[in-house]
């Protein structure tokens, strides 16, 4: 089952129907596609889908709709796919899932479902990196702007770097308790936010660790080297940065405020536990891949970066109705007509 959430991300989605049509293997597969209508409206379908026994539901979206159906899918025999059409794509990149969506969809035709961690702060579940700090910062300021892609990312990076103020943690694990200033606290599960910008470049999605980034304050006149070494995949050879890994962290800070989690922002009390749940979720990989991240070439991530901030050209135009399956069996004609 293919679930599109039609308002994420910069694409136009009008064509996917037709496009899964072409390029999915259907000697393997039946499928259907639906859209979502609303926030939390994928957990929903993805829940009734795990319970109908569905495979694999594929995530149509960016990190949040990922998120929505993957945390409907946690200690269920389905599996979860991606076709990467949002702002960052942490969690599909950290996968070896191409960002082109086409690429994407015969992907699936060769993947293989194998199990991965997944973490909880304070109960709310994230795949990809959860953290406190400035990256929370720029996550609310993000979701309640207009501009997506990652311009908007940057535009929000630079007006929060002007008025944000690093603060002091408690930080406790299962070897120390220590305090640390930091500019951010970031726990992966996988190596990155989204958009290669690798946040834990040493994180496995098959350990049972988290990895932990503790960014402390630095200058101005750091910030083309730290903003080099993360997009580099080096952030953890950077003077300003401590790492850890452990099972579950506790971070106690001096009031409650924002966090963020795959991306998404959200209000929580001072004391935060996070944790990770070893094999937790199946998902759809690459034959023989270890857990890791494979960092993307500077020069490619220049180039996605410059087509990933213009709109897609809409070539095809059949459009999703709402909550209707397409089932690709042939004897479905009746699904074919109404579309």
């Not at 990770?276 to 070439?297: E, F, H, R, T």
Request: aromatic letters at 8%; a neutral charge; hydrophobic letters at 40%.
């Amino acid at each position: 089952m293919f679930l599109i959430n039609p308002k994420s991300g910069v694409q136009n989605k009008r064509g996917l129907p037709k496009l899964i049509e072409r390029e999915l293997d259907k000697e393997k597969f039946d499928f259907s596609i639906m859209e979502t209508k609303y926030v939390a409206h994928a957990c929903e379908l993805a829940s009734k889908a795990a319970g109908q026994g569905v495979d694999i539901v594929v995530a149509v979206g960016g990190d949040g709709t990922v998120n929505e159906v993957a945390r409907s899918l946690v200690g269920t025999k389905s599996a979860l796919g991606i076709i990467p059409c949002g702002s960052g794509n942490g969690l599909a990149r950290h996968l070896g899932i191409p960002i082109d969506v086409k690429k994407s969809i015969a992907f699936i035709n060769v993947a293989e479902i194998t199990d991965v961690d997944y973490g909880k702060i304070n109960s709310q579940p994230f795949f990809c990196t959860c953290g406190i700090g400035f990256d929370a910062l720029v996550s609310n300021s993000f979701a309640k702007g207009r501009q997506r892609g990652p311009l908007g990312y940057m535009h929000n990076m630079f007006m929060d770097w002007l008025k944000y103020k690093p603060e002091v943690y408690e930080i406790e694990t299962e070897t120390s308790s220590e305090l640390h200033k930091a500019f951010l606290i970031a726990c992966g599960n996988a190596a990155q936010y989204g958009n290669n910008a690798y946040i834990a470049p040493r994180a496995s999605m098959r350990d049972g660790l988290l990895s932990v980034t503790i960014l402390e304050p630095f200058s101005p006149l750091d910030v083309p080297l730290v903003l080099s070494d993360i997009f580099g995949s080096k952030i953890n050879s950077n003077s300003h940065v401590k790492t850890l890994e452990s099972r579950w962290i506790r971070i106690k800070r001096k009031n409650e405020g924002v966090i963020h989690f795959d991306g998404e922002p959200m209000n929580m009390p001072a004391e935060l536990f996070i944790e990770i749940i070893p094999s937790g979720l199946n998902v759809l990989a690459a034959p023989g891949w270890d857990g890791k991240s494979a960092p993307q070439p500077i020069h490619k991530q220049v180039m996605e970066l410059l087509s990933s901030s213009l709109p897609a050209v809409d070539d095809i135009k059949l459009t999703v109705m709402p909550q209707m399956p397409w089932n690709s069996d042939k004897s479905e004609k009746n699904n074919r007509k109404l579309l």
